[in-house]
């Protein structure tokens, strides 16, 4: 079945280490997105992708980074700039259907700084 | 003021309720989404609806364009409907999805 893996699950990282978060999907989908979500608040648009090697800042991109080097994977570092990592983490990916369009997320990975 | 805006934040109900989420958005859109995030942080796509009404066994999502606004319906609810439902809607250019804050529904048996 298709779909979007995003591994691993739970993540602890050390204060100051990079960290990457990946996403796969096999959907044949273009766009692909990076959401950050934390306690009480919507998810927030960190990064996202229309198409392979090519990517857009989101609302809160400082502090991380992204690639898009194949239509699949769009992966997620979470660099040492970023002063507040402690958060879920949800990738998505788009089709685009006519004038719909059509949204398949990821299960989230939650990535606790310590 | 965000742009979409869900109501209630918090909902309790007894086993067997029918329930109601409301939806407001305030952006232009195409299609709007209804998500539903379980505890362990998981998110499931439930409806992504542009017009109407959709079912699904017991869910029931309905959109007004021109009044933009949208309901989730649960009839019959079950403990395990107990979660947090999050409206999305995406931009015009359906570039973008803009998230509620979420609704925290908890059933008691």
């Known amino acids: 079945d298709g779909g979007i893996t995003q591994s691993p699950k739970y993540l602890f990282r050390k204060e100051g280490q990079n960290v990457t978060l990946s996403c796969e999907q096999n959907?044949?989908?273009?766009?692909m997105y990076w959401y950050r979500q934390d306690p009480g608040q919507g998810l927030r648009l960190i990064y996202y992708?229309?198409?392979?090697?090519?990517?857009q800042k989101g609302d809160i991109a400082e502090g991380y980074s992204v690639s898009r080097e194949k239509k699949e994977s769009f992966p997620l570092t979470v660099t040492s700039a970023q002063k507040n990592p402690t958060a879920f983490y949800l990738c998505?990916?788009?089709?685009?259907?006519?004038?719909?369009?059509?949204?398949?997320f990821g299960s989230g990975t939650r990535l606790t700084v310590v | 003021k965000n742009e979409v805006e869900q109501s209630p934040q918090n909902l309790t109900a007894q086993e067997g309720e029918f329930i109601t989420i409301n939806c407001s958005y305030s952006?232009?859109?195409?299609?709007l989404h209804w998500l539903q995030q379980h505890p362990g942080g998981g998110i499931v796509s439930l409806f992504m609806?542009?017009?109407g009404k959709k079912k699904h066994g017991r869910l029931i999502a309905t959109i007004n364009i021109q009044e933009k606004h949208s309901s989730l319906h649960i009839t019959a609810s079950h403990p395990r409907d107990s979660a947090v439902y999050i409206c999305?809607?995406?931009?015009?250019?359906?570039?973008?999805?803009?998230f509620g804050t979420g609704t925290r529904l908890a059933v008691r048996p």
């Open positions: 992708s229309q198409i392979v090697n090519d990517f």
């Open positions: 959907l044949n989908h273009d766009a």
């Open positions: 998505a990916s788009r089709h685009r259907r006519g004038t719909n369009y059509g949204y398949t």
């Open positions: 999305a809607a995406p931009t015009r250019g359906g570039d973008k999805l803009t």
């Open positions: 609806l542009s017009s």
């Open positions: 952006v232009g859109i195409s299609a």
